[in-house]
């Protein structure tokens, strides 16, 4: 007799550890490579088959993907980049994949080809997708699909100690609370209390990872924007670091500029990069967070 | 309670598609529930009846509607699924934000509630991405929900905020609810009101209630219980809601009469509607607000 004991699940039940990797899609990856480069990330490995490169800065792994072809439910890349995808480290990525279709995920087709890695995942925000990767400790993703750039270093060091932080992701009115049961059954995110926020833009909903490693910060519409585009989708990168000011002033040496009008001007807390490519920008939080180890 | 809040349904009228949207929209109601039979049953295929439904500028009440979901294992409910992911992307196709999910009356479904739950749970969290909601009706010869208040209970444990009810006054009337039930719900949770009436006192059998329900339905006014649809409303407007309320009427004589007919019924039978619910602010409103009883919440 199989008996089911009605105990809750553990609060990591995917055994989640961090972010692996960020990917942008976008039809000018070299216009995009600049922007990144910018912002103290290398071009480190090449995919063997298709237009994607990977870029590192410290503990970061950060995808661009110019492949032509959309897939099935999805746009195909546009100049304008868009976060594509974002893929989360897992204690078994299969298991995670059945546990998220099983409880209501939408299974995304890969696009693995032959002797390549095929990497599981499920449809998110927008036209977003979410990896599950469970191989970034004794051999790394990379290692098989990618090949490395001649002469480049393959583990660039960190500007002013930037690391993953979080993903802000614009949601529609009134649809926080169906994307905070989303990433709460599906992942094991708790809601943070009200009032709890870092960096500069205290606003939305915030989402703590059940790793403790990163956050998600769920933001509607502003009010009285209702002739506005706001389209469900990720919309930018949180970087933490633990000397805000030190960070900025490293990337403004770089090149890079900073929002410096209130109510966004660059503090301790935190800074905004201006938009670049017409959709790419880059929020920097003063961070807690011990960065990951990079695989 | 005011005209914008009404809607007619497809299923009422004759004829095509568009000529549907066009007498719904002349009659001056701005929005109309759809059927996934009127999208892909387009004889000019699923785009030109997306297409003609967003040029109608008509908002799209719901979608119906998805039936025999819950409850099922295996292989039928991988199959379903695969069901509910073509009817989300419809809903999608046609901006449409709430899908309508009668509960099942598959004798090969469970009556498990943590099955059901399990079941209602999985199609909410795959409508988020697609930015729908799910609207879960009690069909009165639904083989395990076939009441409201089942209907919440179910609603109420799923706990999912894209997740709640559509309430239906046919079924209402035809198993004869006590409208206490109403003083239990969320009227957040209420995600749609489906109005309609019928002609007879009685329908014992739930064959008798498919036939009536499927054939015989008639506008809330004119059938035999004006005095409980009416009572039905002034609940839900004083409960709070101020959701959509559609007009489901199944009627095989309306769908051989002029499209314009039909919904100047339609239009007759709002004013009638309106004119039974109080004001807001209201004295009588507000009697009847106070009136109702405290609402307790399981804890």
Not at chain 1, 79 to 87: F, K, Q
Not at chain 2, 241 to 266: C, H, I, K, W
Not at chain 2, 275 to 290: E, F, I, K, N, T
Request: hydrophobic content about 45%; glycine content about 8%.
């Amino acid at each position: 007799m199989t008996v089911r004991e009605p105990n809750p699940e553990p609060r990591n039940p995917l055994g989640m550890n961090g972010i692996e990797f960020i990917e942008f899609a976008t039809s000018q990856p070299q216009a995009l490579g600049s922007v990144l480069q910018m912002m103290g990330f290398a071009p480190v490995a090449r995919h063997r088959s298709r237009e994607v490169m990977l870029y590192r800065q410290g503990t970061m792994n950060l995808i661009t993907n110019a492949h032509p072809d959309a897939l099935p439910g999805i746009s195909a890349p546009t100049g304008m980049p868009t976060l594509s995808a974002m893929a989360l480290r897992v204690r078994d990525a299969g298991y995670a994949w059945r546990h998220a279709i099983d409880l209501g995920a939408w299974e995304m087709p890969t696009r693995a080809s032959a002797m390549e890695l095929h990497i599981p995942g499920i449809r998110g925000a927008g036209d977003s997708l979410i990896y599950f990767v469970d191989r970034y400790k004794d051999f790394s993703i990379y290692d098989v699909d990618f090949i490395p750039l001649q002469g480049a270093d393959r583990h660039p060091p960190a500007v002013a100690g930037l690391h993953y932080f979080g993903i802000v992701q614009a949601v529609s009115a009134d649809r926080s609370e169906d994307w905070v049961d989303f990433y709460e059954h599906l992942f094991g995110f708790s809601v943070l209390p009200e009032g709890k926020y870092f960096g500069i833009l205290p606003k939305g909903t915030l989402l703590e990872s059940p790793c403790h490693k990163f956050y998600l910060q769920l933001i509607e519409p502003p009010p009285g924007a209702e002739d506005i585009t706001w389209d469900e989708c990720l919309l930018r990168v949180g970087l933490g670091t633990p000397d805000v000011v030190a960070a900025t002033q490293a990337l403004r040496d770089r090149g890079v500029v900073f929002v410096d009008r209130d109510p966004v001007q660059p503090s301790e807390k935190g800074a905004l990069t201006q938009i670049y490519l017409g959709t790419v920008s880059f929020e920097l939080v003063v961070s807690h967070l011990k960065p990951a180890a990079v695989s | 309670m005011n005209f914008d809040q009404f809607g007619m349904d497809t299923v009422t009228l004759a004829g095509p598609l568009e000529a549907k949207l066009r007498a719904v929209r002349d009659a001056g109601f701005g929005q109309i529930m759809l059927w996934a039979r009127d999208i892909v049953g387009h004889p000019d295929g699923e785009a030109a009846a997306i297409a003609a439904v967003r040029q109608s500028g008509l908002r799209v009440t719901g979608l119906q509607v998805l039936r025999d979901f819950e409850g099922l294992s295996d292989h039928l409910h991988a199959y379903k699924v695969d069901v509910a992911k073509a009817m989300l992307g419809m809903c999608r196709a046609i901006g449409c934000e709430v899908l309508l999910v009668c509960s099942s009356s598959s004798t090969h479904a469970t009556g498990d509630t943590d099955a059901l739950i399990r079941d209602l749970q999985k199609l909410a969290m795959l409508a988020v991405p697609l930015g729908i909601r799910v609207a879960y009706e009690a069909l009165s010869w639904g083989r395990h929900v076939n009441e409201l208040s089942q209907a919440w209970a179910l609603v109420e444990r799923a706990d999912r905020a894209n997740l709640g009810l559509a309430i239906d006054s046919f079924h209402i009337l035809a198993v004869k609810t006590d409208l206490d039930a109403l003083e239990d719900i969320e009227p957040h949770k209420v995600f749609m009101t489906q109005l309609s009436d019928f002609m007879w006192q009685d329908v014992r059998s739930p064959e008798e209630r498919v036939n009536t329900a499927r054939h015989f339905r008639v506008f809330p006014g004119e059938g035999v219980h004006s005095a409980q649809v009416a009572d039905l409303l002034r609940r839900l407007d004083a409960l709070g809601y101020r959701g959509d309320y559609s007009f489901e009427v199944f009627n095989d004589d309306y769908v051989q009469l002029p499209l314009a007919t039909v919904a100047e019924r339609a239009r007759r039978s709002v004013a009638w509607l309106v004119s039974q619910v109080p004001r807001r602010g209201s004295p009588l409103r507000r009697a009847a607000a106070s009136a109702n009883r405290p609402r307790s919440r399981p804890t």
